[in-house]
């Protein structure tokens, strides 16, 4: 299961072991009700903790990739900032066709 703490553990605190534990989540997810029946490509995650950003993990790379957003004032960033993060963000299909 996802919950808060993995995520937080992998993205905010880098930890490999969560990241690899997350990795094998994803993989291994199936939702047959939805269609879901050969895991999930990745996770996108907002995160706050020194200032707004949006991260990623695509399933099956060791990595998080970030993407932070602008600044201002103290205000959320706005709808097209966010769409931009998204799009950049977005993990590629990773299983086979």
Sequence with gaps: MITHSLVRS????H????????NGILKSHRDLENG??????GI???GS?????????TT???NVS????????????SNSDIELAFC???PPITRQP
């Design 10 to 13: 992998a993205f905010i605190k």
């Design 15 to 22: 930890d490999p072991s969560s990241t690899t534990k997350l």
């Design 36 to 41: 879901v029946d050969e895991g999930m490509d």
């Design 44 to 46: 996108i995650v907002y």
């Design 49 to 57: 903790e020194g200032g707004a950003k949006m991260m990623s993990l």
């Design 60 to 62: 099956g790379k060791p």
């Design 66 to 77: 970030s993407f932070d957003l602008p600044a201002n004032k103290g205000h959320p960033p």
């Design 88 to 90: 950049h963000l977005l």
